[in-house]
């Protein structure tokens, strides 16, 4: 069973910034495609950034140009800044493979809220 621990979520005002991280129990963490997802309130788990195992990103729309995905393969660990946070950023934000591995499952996300 791999285990996904997301860390680094909190209370941020608009227009700040965090920085997440997501450290997953697997010895192919280095092959595997790994992205962030989020989920808000009433809504649907959505991919929001993507990276491959060669280092090439791939964002939604909504986070492009404000949010950086980056691995390090080391130390197992997947990470994710945000910058220029907006309300509507507020969500639980998890990190799995892309895409999801049922067999994972997900782990407890780490909150993010933005809000003055």
């Known amino acids: 069973q791999v285990q996904l621990v997301e860390s680094g979520g909190g209370l941020v005002q608009p227009g700040g910034s965090l920085g997440l991280s997501c450290a997953a129990s697997?010895?192919?963490?280095?092959?595997?495609?790994m992205g962030w997802y989020r989920q808000a309130p009433g809504k649907q788990r959505e991919l929001v950034a993507r990276?491959?195992?060669?280092?090439?990103?791939h964002y939604a729309d909504s986070v492009k140009g404000r949010f950086t995905i980056s691995r390090d393969n080391a130390k197992n660990t997947m990470y994710l800044q945000m910058n220029s946070l907006k309300p509507e950023d507020t969500s639980v934000y998890y990190c799995?493979?892309?895409?999801?591995?049922?067999?994972w499952g997900w782990g407890q996300g780490t909150q993010v809220t933005v809000s003055s």
């Open positions: 697997t010895s192919i963490f280095s092959i595997l495609v």
């Open positions: 990276i491959s195992s060669d280092g090439s990103t």
């Open positions: 799995n493979k892309y895409p999801p591995d049922a067999r």
